[in-house]
Nanobody
């Protein structure tokens, strides 16, 4: 299974950015976005489960929205009201479990850098 992430770049604080991650197969059921800022550990940003329910990290609640298009095997992360502290490399991940809540996902995409300028 391959995950292809796209959509990173430079954005001003308060702006918006959308990340996309396409999976090569449909047989991945939990999809998520993680991020890793310089000098920090990788952390979960948001996850979406096979039934469409979602889970968000507290720092992004109300600002970020994760969604999926099963017909395209793609997960999106819409990021609004971006802050400089959102600057990080964002990684998409996928798991074969329909409601995976761990950090050891089965598959990982390459990272995409999001830089939020103040």
């Amino acid at each position: 299974v391959q995950l292809q992430a796209s959509g990173g770049g430079l954005v001003q604080a308060g702006g918006s950015q959308r990340l996309s991650c396409a999976a090569s197969v449909r047989t991945v059921y939990t999809m998520a976005w993680f991020r890793q800022a310089p000098g920090k550990q990788r952390e979960l940003v948001a996850a979406i489960y096979d039934d469409g329910s979602t889970n968000y990290a507290d720092p992004v609640k109300g600002r970020f929205t994760i969604s999926r298009d099963n017909a395209k095997n793609t997960v999106y992360l819409q990021m609004n009201s971006l802050k400089p502290e959102d600057t990080a490399v964002y990684y998409c991940a996928a798991d074969r479990h329909p409601r995976y809540n761990g950090v050891s996902y089965d598959y990982w995409g390459q990272g995409t850098l999001v830089t939020v300028s103040s």
